[in-house]
């Protein structure tokens, strides 16, 4: 029996030196530099570089040897998006990748030739960031979604889950111009559901001192926090003011439900960031971004925290639980 191990063992290994290194041999001795642009900060919840760097291994792309990474990152304030983009460009590197709207547009901005690949980025078309998903043009493609439309299902979840829901708040940043789009689709759906909508604006980390008081003297019966790269780097905070002002939290990202807020709802961001990483790669081998197809997302999650309804004092629907891709007791 130990030899027969030994001998699966030894075929299975033979069979899998040639795959492992092909990718490897058909890059020869080329070698790639990528650049991070990003708004948030490096712990910033749906950033996933691991997804990517082990994507991109896997296409023979190895950290150290013939693959470097430059991260620049802006946290939360968008001013300094154009200075950090420039900076990558002068570094000469090869692609730049960017995570939401303002870091690719600023990417965009200070380079009309140098590749760009968005790696979560809400409905580029409605920002004018490309002309078309199927044919972006350009040096932009990478992976997108519709962010008002999702926005709006998160608002409709809120409802489902707490019907008697009377007023809401929505935490948002003005700067992101995908923002206000979303925020008035919700207030549209808000009215036909008979929920009074007040929006909480942030602009900057240091505008959540004032908007996190007001949470909590409102009396709200929920919270939707839009995603942002400036508020993602803050949301956890937002999540702890939900719970102690007793508020139910709806987010984008499910690292947030772990964190305490009641549910999430939205695309595998591990997934769109490994798609980024599949274009990343085909760019590295002589793609043209402008010919590159957008991606778009064919799985949407919904994880819901039953221990957060529970402290609430929720009793959540069953035709709710069932639908949830992940609970979290």
């Known amino acids: 029996m130990q030899r027969i191990g030994l001998a699966v063992a030894l075929v299975l290994k033979l069979a899998f030196l040639p795959l492992a290194a092909e990718a490897q041999q058909t890059l020869g001795t080329k070698s790639a530099k990528i650049g991070f642009l990003l708004g948030g900060t490096s712990s910033s919840p749906g950033i996933q570089?691991?997804?990517?760097?082990?994507?991109?291994?896997?296409?023979g792309w190895i950290e150290g040897q013939n693959l470097t990474l430059?991260?620049?990152?802006?946290?939360g304030h968008?001013?300094?998006?154009?200075?950090?983009?420039?900076?990558?460009?002068?570094?000469?590197?090869?692609?730049?990748?960017?995570?939401?709207?303002?870091p690719t547009r600023a990417a965009k901005q200070v380079t009309t030739t140098l590749p760009i690949v968005m790696a979560s980025t809400a409905d580029?078309?409605?920002?004018?960031?490309?002309?078309?998903?199927?044919?972006?043009?350009?040096?932009?493609?990478?992976a997108s979604w519709f962010f008002s439309e999702i926005n709006v299902k998160r608002f409709?979840?809120?409802?489902?889950?707490?019907?008697?829901?009377?007023?809401?708040?929505?935490?948002?940043n003005p700067l992101n111009p995908i923002s206000e789009p979303a925020v008035a689709a919700i207030e549209s759906t808000a009215k036909l559901l008979k929920v009074q909508i007040q929006r909480l604006a942030i602009r900057a980390p240091k505008d959540f001192d004032a908007v996190f008081p007001m949470m909590t003297r409102?009396?709200?019966?929920?919270?939707?926090?839009?995603?942002?790269?400036?508020?993602?780097?803050?949301?956890?905070?937002?999540?702890?003011?939900?719970?102690?002002?007793?508020a139910p939290a709806v987010v984008g990202l499910s690292s947030l439900v772990e964190a305490g807020a009641l549910i999430s709802y939205g695309p595998?961001?591990?997934?769109?960031?490994?798609?980024?990483?599949?274009?990343?790669?085909?760019?590295?081998?002589?793609?043209?971004?402008?010919?590159l197809p957008v991606e778009q997302p064919t799985k949407f999650e919904l994880v819901i925290n039953l221990k957060t309804a529970k402290v609430l004092g929720l009793t959540l629907p069953q035709s709710l639980l069932v639908r949830a891709d992940e609970i979290i007791q």
Do not use: H
């Open 70 to 75: 430059q991260f620049r990152y802006a946290e």
């Open 218 to 246: 409102r009396n709200l019966d929920a919270i939707i926090v839009l995603e942002d790269p400036m508020i993602n780097s803050q949301s956890r905070r937002v999540v702890d003011i939900a719970l102690k002002g007793r």
């Open 268 to 291: 595998n961001r591990p997934e769109l960031w490994r798609r980024a990483a599949l274009l990343t790669d085909k760019i590295l081998r002589g793609a043209k971004p402008g010919d």
């Open 49 to 59: 570089i691991e997804p990517f760097r082990r994507t991109l291994s896997e296409k």
């Open 156 to 172: 409709e979840l809120l409802k489902e889950a707490v019907p008697n829901t009377s007023r809401a708040a929505v935490v948002y």
């Open 78 to 102: 968008y001013d300094r998006l154009l200075a950090l983009a420039r900076e990558l460009r002068d570094l000469g590197v090869d692609v730049i990748v960017t995570e939401g709207t303002p």
């Open 124 to 142: 580029p078309v409605g920002s004018g960031l490309v002309t078309s998903l199927a044919r972006p043009g350009g040096n932009l493609t990478g």
